[in-house]
């Protein structure tokens, strides 16, 4: 049957996984967001986490009580299996090994919850703001880790195990630090926001404090940093020839010349017919793309059921 217009039924929550914070928002019918929280991410055991997805629930849902979810859905940081709605491993979150992470949430929550990775929920939050104009694009968060998604024709690309756009583990130095996949000098190990805290020696999730401190070892890390993921962005832009790379996350943030050093970069070592077609930008949705992009896919899920 056709789909109903925008209602109350379609309100979701949306949770975004990281490796160092966990967000959670509720949207109404319209897409908004109406409530939202954010928390560390629980050391240990995925249960731990299932738990606090659950609290941030029910904490969302007495912030908004006249939005009602009917669906949730989920952004994990590594590989998932989308149709069983499982977490299969993450270079992240060493501990989550084949976790049926959807049925356990939806467990708690008594509402389908959809799961996918969670750079592909933040692509469809962009996709989902930029509109039909751009169809095309490679988006790429830099934060704890480096993550990418392919939009081509204004759908996500998953491609073979869902790992299209996995541009975080380009190898752009095979001497290089070794990369909890397997192998040497991935642009993740190289360019992310983990690989510049371990670099400067600060404490997981410090390098955001360092740099709001002025400490110049972060500016030039950072300068590094882009330098390195501009270069790798040449190789994927030489091979798909796309008009656009998106660039979000944490690392972005925290200093505003980021984006443009990449575009610098790779428009330096790409082909010059290619670097000069393709522009860089910023990402739109900010820092709650992810869980916007999980709710999105929920509705979706959800009223395609329906229909």
């Not at 908004?64 to 669906?71: D, F, I, L, S, Y």
């Not at 703001?129 to 988006?139: I, N, Q, S």
């Not at 509705?299 to 229909?307: F, K, P, Q």
Request: aromatic share 2%; glycine share 14%.
């Amino acid at each position: 049957m056709p789909a109903e217009p925008l209602g109350m039924a379609d309100a979701t929550l949306g949770f975004d996984l990281g490796g160092t914070k966990l967000l959670a928002a509720l949207l109404d019918g319209a897409g908004r967001i109406v409530a939202q929280q954010r928390i560390a991410t629980p050391d240990g055991a995925p249960a731990r986490v299932i738990d606090a997805m659950a609290t941030l629930a029910a904490e969302l849902a007495a912030r908004a009580p006249a939005v009602v979810a009917r669906a949730a859905g989920i952004g994990f940081p590594g590989l998932v299996d989308v149709a069983r709605g499982v977490a299969r491993s993450s270079v992240i979150l060493r501990e989550w090994r084949e976790v049926p992470l959807a049925a356990q949430l939806s467990q708690r929550l008594r509402l389908p919850v959809a799961l996918d990775n969670d750079v592909h929920q933040a692509a469809r939050a962009e996709r989902a703001v930029r509109g039909a104009a751009e169809r095309d694009f490679l988006f790429l968060t830099v934060g704890t880790g480096i993550g990418g998604a392919l939009v081509l024709r204004g759908e996500l690309w998953p491609g073979a195990e869902g790992l299209a756009g996995e541009i975080g583990h380009l190898s752009v130095d095979r001497d290089g630090p070794e990369c909890a996949c397997g192998r040497r000098g991935c642009i993740g190990v190289v360019a992310s926001g983990g690989a510049i805290e371990r670099q400067l020696g600060l404490a997981k999730g410090g390098l955001a404090a360092a740099a709001a401190a002025g400490d110049p070892r972060v500016t030039a890390a950072l300068a590094e940093a882009a330098a390195a993921l501009g270069g790798a962005l040449a190789s994927a832009i030489n091979l798909l020839a796309l008009p656009l790379v998106v660039v979000g996350g944490g690392v972005v943030e925290l200093d505003g010349r980021f984006v443009a050093a990449v575009e610098a970069a790779l428009r330096r070592d790409a082909m010059a017919e290619i670097g000069a077609a393709t522009r860089v930008e910023r990402a739109r949705c900010g820092y709650e793309a992810g869980a916007l992009g999980a709710a999105l896919h929920a509705r979706g899920v959800a009223r395609s059921a329906s229909e």
